[in-house]
Nanobody, 122 residues
């Protein structure tokens, strides 16, 4: 079993920054992809960013490229999402997810955290 716990959400003004963390426990992640999704009010959950645990490859949705960075700390089994130049449209609940391989589809993820709320004020 895998447990994913997100932290770091909060309220920030437009143009500001936040760093989300996802602490993973319960199994080895050497062959897994760690990903971030988000769900804005009234909208479907969407892919944000992904990182392959073993190869360290990263993937981003177009709307966050150049502003968000996904990274990892192997020793802590933790994945981060550094979010800069935040916009009001980034407001959402951000979820950490783990899957056996990279996919931008939430259906491919095997494990989910409970989410952390990010609110960006204008």
């Amino acid at each position: 079993q895998v447990q994913l716990v997100e932290s770091g959400g909060g309220l920030v003004q437009a143009g500001g920054s936040l760093r989300l963390s996802c602490a993973a426990s319960g199994r080895s992640f050497s062959s897994s992809a760690m990903e971030w999704f988000r769900q804005a009010p009234g909208k479907e959950r969407e892919f944000v960013a992904a990182l392959t645990w073993s190869g360290g490859r990263t993937y981003y949705t177009d709307s966050v490229k150049g502003r968000f960075t996904i990274s990892r700390d192997n020793a802590k089994n933790t994945v981060y999402l550094q979010m800069n130049s935040l916009k009001p449209e980034d407001t959402a609940v951000y979820y950490c997810a783990a899957g056996r391989y990279y996919s931008s589809s939430q259906g491919a993820m095997n494990y989910w955290g409970k989410g952390t709320l990010v609110t960006v004020s204008s």
